[in-house]
């Protein structure tokens, strides 16, 4: 066992920890301060301004409109974390409870929860997303939505897999020996054994959910104008490489960073969850 | 599940294959063609359920897809037509068993914006798709075994670290902003590539394969960077076997080791890894050739979205779905074929 002390000096010690929850607060205090303010207005035009070069004024300098590059991406900061937060969520929800459901019930409900996962792998989230725009329209709701269902087998496989070692220990028979249900003991004894597996993996999914995000809205697929997001910021950048290449370069660093942040994250709550592991590496 | 142990570390995946004795292997030979059959049937599920999805998504949840493409504004005498042209008013069975008839002989629809039929796009499109997903392939695949080779022969040190942390970027850094950092340097700045276009095949090997070479390393970064960091575990976990100690131990220098016995038992969850990040680059694809402005397949169904062409949509859809499924299929059965453990308990 560990205690609560000794978490803290590993996480203090753990280089992918600290530079991971770094970048990833950063991330999150960027969305959160652009709620309130920004530089300039994110989206308002200003064709006198239009591609100025970083100055005092415009630190990342202007787009084609003459809108604040730095503003503009502060904001989109704000919508990756929404996408990320809201699909992984559905995803999490969904798939936590389907993995759990068929742990705890064996048999053909398994079975079932089983295949239906190995039928939504045919669908990576592009895809879904490409045939949910085919009808609906493209906007960020159905990147969400498309990202989202894409998570659910995944979190039911992990749910699933760390579940099923947990019902074979001993203390599970002796929750059942005292009466308990299923429903019950997975409340009480199996989620809470399995939730640092759960949140790794959230950790890592909302990372993949960020990148699944740009390249949609860099599609033209995910969140419409005028509201920002990085990865329609680079679609527009293209067009514009040969009169001002600076704008190709900041949107993907903000993703990268936003990416690496989060993945670093989950690496070294890993390592601090299971000391074993760390140590094996 | 099996893509994060592996990058991860996993537990004995890469161990040597024990020799059982006879009677053991017999059993496994029964449980063999039981596992072969289950995943078989699985496999043409899978296949069965993603045409039912796709079919029910583009087809009957919207309620009428001659309005879609045509808009609210169309005339009702337009509609009418299309609905005919596209045989929406017999019943959604019939039409989805006709569908997956036409799939099966590969007789597809008619694409609504181009007028031919949508084989023949297909067809066409692949001829960009899948030299462009060869390329990706080998070369992540030669640059990952290097890498991740290198690392662990380096455990440790600075080289390990310098690949570990090119892994960690690779991953983070999405590959259309890579794309668009390619062209920004070797076609902008330097000038030795063009920006994007595709110039067939028509005019011989080189031209159509130097149009493919930037969009094949855009792809193969993020391949590159999961499959080195899985090599390079994998590697260092064979390292630790007992046959490997025994192998220095008879005199076997180091490099013999890693190739003879080292390499070959390392590769195993590497080929496994490959085979799952093969449906990745397929729909890594989609992305990339519109950066590229390839004609691709990948292009032609992005392209169909905004012109609402359905057909194309549908058939496109179902075909990367089942190549995603069938890629899938493949992997189980190679790892089977690799790893015999693996065949007895079907997870």
Redesign the interface.
Known sequence: MTTSGGWLARALRSGNFLIGAALSGTLALTALVSLFWTPKSATAISIPHRLTQPSGEFPLGTDHFGRDVLSMLMVGAQNSILVGVVAVGIGATLGIALGALASARRGWVEEVVMRLTDFSFAFPAILSAIMLTAILGPGTVNSIIAIGIFNIPLFARVTRGSANAIWAREFILAARAAGKGAFRITLEHVLPNIASVLIVQATIQFALAILAEAGLSYLGLGTQPPQPSWGRMLNEAQTMMFLAPRLAVFPGIAIALAVLGLNLLGDGLRDLFDPKLARKR | ?LL?TAI??SHGIAAAIPREPIAVQIAAGAGVSVFLFRRFL?FL??LV??SV??FL??EV??GDPAL?MLGTEAQADTLAALRKKLGLERPPLERYFDWIGGLVTGSLGMSHTYSVPVANLILERLQVTVPLAAMAITLSTALALALGLYAAARHNRPGDYGVMAFA??G???????FA??L??LFA?VLGWFS?GGFPGWGDGFWPGFKSLILPASALALAQAAILSRVTR?SVLEVMREDYVRTARAKGLTRRRTLIRHVLRNALIPVVTIMGLQL??LL?GT??IE??FHLPGLGRL??Q???Q?D?PV?KDV?VL???M??AI?FLVDMLYAAIDPRLRLHD?
Not at chain 2, 171 to 177: D, H, K, R, T, Y
């Open positions: 599940m994060w991860h570390g699985t599920g899978t359920g993603a999805v796709v998504v583009l949840l919207p879609i960690q970027l991953i983070a850094i999405p590959g259309f902003w668009i950092l062209v920004l902008v920006a575990s449906s990745n729909t989609i992305i519109s950066v169904v992005f169909a979205i905004s609402r359905l949509v859809v990367f779905a089942a995603v499924v899938n997870d």
